[in-house]
Structures are given as structure tokens and as C-alpha cells.
């Protein structure tokens, strides 16, 4: 996110890389693939991966990048990837003590930071989001300057009671406090959804599993299972409020249409938690061999001033799709909390 930074705002001297985005032209020839039931197949293995941000970073900016503007990013993401990947100097010391940690490898040496992972393991995107054949500056596409909307009056003050009861409760104090994700409950982010968005880390990998009845979508991270049913919808009372929500599918055309209701409260979405009220509607249309079209309208007048939408392209992953054992061998929620209670002591 750095890089796409740079080069967008800073306008450096990147060198366009051979496998860069360009611009495909459709096949006239691609016929849209179809179960027995004769609806579009949408399974198999997936990812939305993308350095393209979920809002837009500047206010001056258009919805669209230029096909140059692609190239220099891409290769910019390429050059820091390679640059992560190449032998550590043998020679080198030791971190400076208090080193800041962000989270990504590829920086955490620059900023002085110890990491938690290498390069290896992050594939947190390299390619510019491309829909309807533009490489897109935002995945939100409304309101129309790729920002989120401002938050309601009922979302502020929400936010100030959190702040006056930030000092009653640590973060630290139980296990429940812990983000959902730490607890290996559900995916980082947004990633399992409803609506389904790119973490920018890894595992951004799903795998959709198709019948007459139900569509199943495995998310990698976390190996969170969303199960969506086909036909007239018989929700469930407000009260009960499973993680993913009550998702309900239809057929419009050659689009599968998915609504979801009573989203728990713990799953926020962009640090916002749902009300009883919010509403997700999903858009997935089979658009070439190696692409679904991913829409998405989040609808919850409690947390936000007007409803927002987004596209994201779901790419053909050109691999296999397994188990996020977040669990197995997981000691770090146990030793987070011994560390909180060693310093607390510590500061007695």
C-alpha cells in the first residue's frame, strides 16, 4: 500500500515490469459455463487479492487509474517484493530495541521492527483491481468519491461511550476482549463478509462449492464456511444473530443475488460494528473463464448517513485452497495475556 502511495502520489521513476497488468480484451468465444440446473458455474477456487485499497486515497483523485499509472504501480510492488525476498546480510545486528512493528515484513526492517513474518508467507496482493476492464483507484465505487459515508448520529455516539468506558476495561483483561481473529473466531478484516473484502495480508482465497439448493463459500483465513440459501427466504428473529449472518440467494438472470440479514454484533465492518438493521446485498456474475464480478451494498441507516457500494474482481486462484489451522499449536492469546499480567505487576 506503500508503493501504490508512491507511486500515485509521488510520481517516481518506476520502470514498467514485463507481467504488469494490461488491459484483456473479452473472449468472443467464452461461453458462460453452467450446472446441471442450467445456472452459471461459479465454483471452484478464488481470490480477491489486490493492492487496489477498499477506499480511495485522495479526494482528487478519479475512479480510474491510467494503464501507465498500473504499470508503474505494479512494478513498484514487484521491485519491494523481490527486494523482501533476497538474502538477509549474515553480518548484519540486531534490531534497535523499541523498533516499530507494522504488521508487514516488508517494511518492519526498514522501520527498525523485528516482524512476525517474512516475505514469504504475506501475498497480500501485487495487481491493480481491475471490473469492467477498468483498473480501479477504489473497490468502494459509492458514494462517488470512493470514501465510505460519514457515520450516523447513533454510530458517534457510540464511539464517545467507548471512549468515556475506554478506561474501565482493558484490552488486555480477558480473553473475550481479544479481536475476534486473535481468538481464531473469524477472518481478519472483512474477509469472510458478509461483504467479502480483501485483508491485505494473505490467505485472501475462497473456495465456492455449488448445488441447487445452497452455494457454500469457504474463506481461507480462518477457515470460516458460509453457507447461502437458494429460494424464498424464511428468516430468522432478530435476536438470533449468527457470524456471517442469514444469507438467502436468488437467481436474477445470470446473477446470483444474496441478501443478508442479523449479522452479529461482534463482526464489525471497517471498525464498525452492525446494527439490528444492516442489510448486505451481493451481486456475483460470472464475467470470462477466470473472473467473477463481485457487488456489494451495505445498508444500515444506524451506522452510516446512506448506504455504500463496491465492486471487487474474484480471480481464478491457479492452486489448491487449504486449511487454516489457526488453532493448532496456538499459544499467543495464553501468552498475550501472561505479558499483560507481567507488566501490570511490573508497574504496581
Known sequence: MRVLAMAVFVGGPWLAHPACAQEKKADPDWVVPRTPAGHPDLQGNWSNATITPIQRWGEDMGPVFTWEQVR????GVMSAQEAAAADSDPDRGPPPVGGQFTGDARFDAASGGTGGYNSFYI????RVAIF???PRTSLVVA???GQLPPLSEQAREW????????GEVGAFDNPENRPLAERCIMSFGSNGGPPMLPNYFYNNNYTIVQTPDHIMIMTEMVHDVRVIRMG?????PKHIRPWMGDSWGRWEGDTLVVETTNIHSR????????????????RFTRASEDRIHYEFTVEDPLRWAEAWRGEVPFNR???????????????????VLRGARAEERRNK
Open 72 to 75: 508503474a504501480i505494479e512494478s
Open 123 to 126: 501475498d497480500s496482493g501485487d
Open 132 to 134: 469492467n476492464g477498468e
Open 143 to 145: 458514494p462517488e468519491n
Open 159 to 166: 464511539f464517545a461511550e467507548r471512549r468515556r468506558n475506554r
Open 232 to 236: 424464498e427466504p424464511k428468516r430468522l
Open 267 to 282: 463482526q464489525s465492518l471497517q471498525g464498525i460494528p452492525p446494527s439490528e438493521e444492516m442489510r448486505v446485498i451481493e
Open 317 to 335: 486462484l491457479g492452486g489448491l485452497v487449504y486449511e487454516y489451522a489457526c488453532h493448532e499449536g496456538n499459544y499467543a492469546l495464553e501468552n
